[in-house]
């Protein structure tokens, strides 16, 4: 498997890094130096072992998690197209303006995106837009609740060495 | 209704979550990674005239009201093995599910669980979990122990993989929203 090329000159610094701050690191004045005494290297090493790890796509970046609830307005949308009418489709909607997300799923409703707009008056504006421009009906899951543990995962170290 | 100081619609209300102009510039300065330097906090406050002080007292203040759920090496998932996603809902007893969604959230390979509405007759489902797992068995095995763990509470389900990812791009916040009407 082509990721683990990339994973393979992982040592401990870079695992014990992922592990300990994936949920969270200190906002700080030095994050890094913060970090560094933590795992027992130094301010520059943490640095530049984040630099890799951003290069080699093992993070995908260090910084803050938003909720995208709070900040502004979003909404998980699904439309059911006939199956060769979905790639035009999803292009009309990956054009329209404030869509993050659009996924194929394995459904009737088959093309799955979120709507984004700064609030809930433009998100139903830009909806409506849409739904007339692809001309069946979007279905609109705003989230009512969200149940967050946020436990993280435990990273499977040592099956991604086998092979 | 609404006055423009205190816009009383829910949603709305969310959008003036207490940020101003610059939590929005600080937002968009750093939704795609903190600079990696000794002083990311001043690093990212220069360009906006603000110094370091400032730029990690809001956003502490940003994770303090929920708008930032946690400033973390965000692992990418796919890349360390997790390669198996699969969205699955359920149609789940109103009654029940804040204690069911709770009790799914901590299971291990979830990382989101929202309650969202119902659209009858065509969409009944109305808990959202999203499973991750190593292998398209492992996420089946997940659901399995999640059909167990809402037992009678739940009347149906289904597992929505995703067969092409047509777009994905992290939270974008361009502009600053117009005033409330």
Not at chain 1, 29 to 50: D, K, T, W, Y
Not at chain 1, 131 to 149: A, K, N, T, W
Not at chain 2, 32 to 47: I, Q, R, T, Y
Not at chain 2, 147 to 166: Q, T
Request: glycine fraction near 6%; hydrophobic fraction near 40%.
């Amino acid at each position: 498997m082509a990721a683990l090329d990339q994973l393979a000159p992982l040592d401990e610094l870079d695992r014990h890094l992922i592990d300990a701050f994936q949920r969270g690191l200190p906002l700080c004045e030095r994050p890094f130096a913060a970090m560094a005494e933590r795992v027992g290297a130094s301010e520059a090493q943490v640095i530049e072992r984040l630099q890799t790890l951003q290069q080699c796509q093992v993070l995908s970046r260090v910084g803050p998690v938003f909720d995208h609830a709070r900040a502004g307005a979003s909404l998980l949308a699904a439309v059911a197209v006939p199956d060769a009418e979905r790639d035009r489709m999803a292009e009309v909607i990956n054009r329209s303006p404030g869509v993050n997300h659009n996924y194929a799923r394995e459904h009737d409703f088959n093309l799955w995106f979120v709507m984004t707009a700064a609030d809930e008056g433009r998100l139903e504006a830009r909806l409506d837009a849409l739904e007339e421009e692809l001309g069946v009906p979007v279905l609109r899951l705003p989230m009512l609740e969200g149940f967050h543990i946020d436990l993280g995962f435990p990273i499977p170290w040592a099956e991604l060495e086998v092979s | 209704m609404s006055v423009s100081t205190c816009p009383s619609e829910p949603m709305a209300a969310t959008v003036s979550d207490g940020l101003d102009d610059l939590d929005r510039a600080l937002i968009v300065a750093t939704q795609a990674g903190l600079p990696l330097v000794p002083d990311p906090w001043g690093a990212v406050g220069k360009p906006l005239g603000l110094d370091g002080n400032e730029v990690r007292a809001r956003m502490q203040r940003m994770q303090d009201s929920g708008v930032i759920r946690r400033v973390a090496a965000v692992p990418n998932h796919y890349r360390l093995g997790y390669v198996a996603n699969g969205m699955t809902v359920w149609n789940v007893d109103d009654a029940h599910i804040q204690r069911l969604g709770r009790e799914v959230a901590a299971i291990t390979g979830v990382s989101h669980c929202y309650r969202r509405p119902r659209h009858l007759p065509e969409w009944p489902y109305n808990l959202f979990v999203m499973l991750h797992g190593r292998s398209q068995a492992e996420v089946e095995s997940q659901a399995e122990a999640l059909r167990e763990l809402l037992g009678d509470a739940c009347r149906d389900h289904r597992i929505l993989y995703s067969s092409r990812i047509l777009k994905k791009t992290g939270l974008r916040l361009a502009r600053r929203p117009g005033p409330p009407r």
